[in-house]
C-alpha cells in the first residue's frame, strides 16, 4: 500500500508558476503509474498528467500541453508537477494517485489518492 501527500499549492498570478510535489510513502514510487488530477468547484475531477512507472513515458490534457510538465525523482520517491503559465481555469484542488499495471491514464482510475493540494490563480 502507498500514502501519497501532495503539497507546494498556493496564490499565484496569471501567467506565474507553482510546482506540485507528491510525495510517497510505504512503497517505491517507482513501481507505480502516477497520475496528476484536478477538481474545480462544481466540476468534475479532471486527468491532467500522468507518468508510467516501468519508462517514464508521459501523457497531458490538452488544456495543460506545453505549459505543466511531469517528472519523477525516484531517489526522493517524489513525483512533480511543474506548472507554467497559469490561467486563472487552472484553480482547482490538485490530486496525485497511484495505480499499478502496464500504464497510466488521464482516466480516475486509480486506487490510491492524496488529500490535494489548492491551487489558486488570481490577479
Known amino acids: 500500500q502507498v500514502q501519497l501527500v501532495e503539497s507546494g499549492g498556493g496564490l499565484v498570478q496569471p501567467g506565474g508558476s507553482l510546482r506540485l510535489s507528491c510525495a510517497a510513502s510505504?512503497?517505491?514510487?517507482?513501481?507505480?503509474?502516477i497520475g496528476w488530477f484536478r477538481q474545480a468547484p462544481g466540476k468534475e475531477r479532471e486527468g491532467v498528467s500522468c507518468?508510467?512507472?516501468?519508462?517514464?513515458?508521459?501523457y497531458y490534457a490538452d488544456s495543460v500541453k506545453g505549459r505543466f510538465t511531469i517528472s519523477r525523482d525516484n531517489a526522493k520517491n517524489t513525483v512533480y508537477l511543474q506548472m507554467n503559465s497559469l490561467k486563472p481555469e487552472d484553480t482547482a484542488v490538485y490530486y496525485c494517485?497511484?495505480?499499478?499495471?502496464?500504464?497510466?491514464?488521464?482516466?480516475?482510475?486509480?486506487?490510491?489518492w492524496g488529500q490535494g493540494t489548492q491551487v489558486t490563480v488570481s490577479s
Open positions: 494517485a497511484a495505480r499499478s499495471g502496464v500504464d497510466c491514464s488521464l482516466s480516475p482510475f486509480y486506487r490510491y
Open positions: 510505504g512503497s517505491t514510487l517507482g513501481y507505480y503509474n
Open positions: 507518468i508510467r512507472g516501468s519508462d517514464g513515458g508521459t
